[in-house]
């Protein structure tokens, strides 16, 4: 492998906002933010909105959605 042209792979901890749960994962992101964990380590931090902890599918919580609603609102919209 050529030198100096791959991204640096390292640890990083990701921070799902919505459930607040942090892991540590490898990856070559770049971000600025940093954290520290309860290791005592300092890892770069991203921030995510949707995690498997938050996720719908992997939490098993459904969501209802008003389907009914939104045909009869594209029908009135589009209502020849």
Same mark, same amino acid.
């Given at each position: 492998?050529?030198?100096?042209?791959?991204?640096? *792979?390292?640890?990083?901890?990701?921070?799902?906002?919505?459930?607040?749960?942090?892991?540590?994962?490898?990856?070559?992101?770049?971000?600025?933010?940093?954290?520290?964990?309860?290791?005592?380590?300092? *890892?770069? !931090?991203?921030? !995510?909105?949707?995690?498997?902890?938050?996720?719908?599918? *992997?939490?098993?919580?459904?969501?209802?959605?008003?389907?009914?609603?939104?045909?009869?609102?594209?029908?009135?919209? *589009?209502?020849?």
């Amino acid at each position: 492998m050529k030198q100096g042209i791959h991204p640096d *792979y390292r640890e990083v901890v990701f921070h799902d906002m919505s459930a607040d749960v942090k892991f540590i994962s490898r990856s070559t992101i770049k971000t600025g933010d940093t954290i520290t964990m309860e290791d005592g380590k300092s *890892y770069p !931090l991203v921030k !995510l909105e949707v995690s498997s902890a938050s996720h719908p599918f *992997y939490t098993g919580q459904k969501m209802f959605l008003d389907t009914a609603g939104r045909v009869e609102k594209f029908n009135k919209r *589009y209502k020849k």
